[in-house]
Nanobody, 123 residues
Framework: QVRLIESGGGSVQAGDSLRLSCQAS????????MGWFRQAPGKEREFVSA????????FYADSVKGRFTISRDNDNDTIHLQMTSLKPEDTAVYYC????????????????WGQGTQVIVSS
């Protein structure tokens, strides 16, 4: 099966850091635009960050700008989300997504989604 395999979630305290990873399985995503979304229970899906296929262009939601960094390691067909200064409001299930046509956003239709990884931040 073609999959995006996420890892790195967990339970941490406010101010801590986590590094999420999303690795391709079944096919390469080196030529795909990639990104991260998150969703808390009972709330709408929220855009977090996006990165172009080349890694040259990145975009962040205002809520995470300056704290989160998206990157990609095409040698290992993996993208990362380095999260620092975590806040309780960052608590959510985080999903990675891949889009062959354009930058990932709430208006795009990703071709593939990861299974999600839980991030819990307590004060």
């Amino acid at each position: 099966q073609v999959r995006l395999i996420e890892s790195g979630g967990g339970s941490v305290q406010a101010g801590d850091s986590l590094r999420l990873s999303c690795q391709a399985s079944g096919q390469s995503f080196k030529m795909y635009h990639m990104g991260w979304f998150r969703q808390a229970p009972g709330k709408e899906r929220e855009f977090v960050s996006a990165i172009s296929w080349s890694g040259k262009n990145t975009f962040y939601a205002d809520s995470v700008k300056g704290r989160f960094t998206i990157s990609r390691d095409n040698d290992n067909d993996t993208i990362h989300l380095q999260m620092t200064s975590l806040k309780p409001e960052d608590t959510a299930v985080y999903y990675c997504a891949a889009d062959s046509l354009g930058m990932v956003s709430l208006q795009s239709t990703p071709d593939f989604w990861g299974q999600g990884t839980q991030v819990i931040v307590s004060s």
